[in-house]
C-alpha cells in the first residue's frame, strides 16, 4: 500500500492526531494503527478520514515525484489501484472486461 500523508494534511490544517479522533469518534491509538504504514486501511475509512480533514481520498496517498510517467490511482468497485505504469492501467482494465 501507498504511503498515507494523513499527519501531514494534519500539520498542515494545524490538527493534532487526537483531534482528527474525536472528529471521527476513533481513540487516538487505534485511528494511528489505521494509518500506519503496515495497515491496510479500507475505503471507507479513508473515506471517513478525507471528509473530516476536507480533502479527497486520493489526496491522503504520498504522490510519486516521477515527470512525465503514467501515474495516478483508480478506484474500481470500492478497491483502490496504484497505477505507475501502463501495465498496470492494463490490469485493472482487464478486471473491468472481466465484469
Known amino acids: 500500500m501507498q504511503k498515507l500523508r494523513v499527519k501531514e494534511i494534519l500539520k ?9 479522533g474525536i472528529a471521527l ?3 487516538r491509538v487505534n ?3 489505521l494509518i500506519s504504514d503496515k ?8 473515506t471517513r478520514i478525507a471528509t473530516e480533514l476536507n480533502v479527497s481520498v486520493m489526496d491522503l496517498f504520498e504522490q510519486p515525484k516521477i515527470k ?7 478506484e474500481l468497485n470500492g478497491k483502490i489501484f496504484k497505477i505507475s505504469n501502463k501495465e498496470d492501467l492494463l490490469e485493472v482494465v482487464k478486471k473491468l472486461e472481466k465484469e
Open 68 to 74: 512525465n510517467e503514467l501515474s495516478g490511482y483508480l
Open 39 to 46: 495497515a491496510n486501511p479500507s475505503l471507507k475509512s479513508l
Open 12 to 20: 498542515e490544517k494545524g490538527m493534532t492526531l487526537g483531534d482528527l
Open 31 to 33: 485511528l494511528s494503527r
Open 25 to 27: 469518534q476513533m481513540h
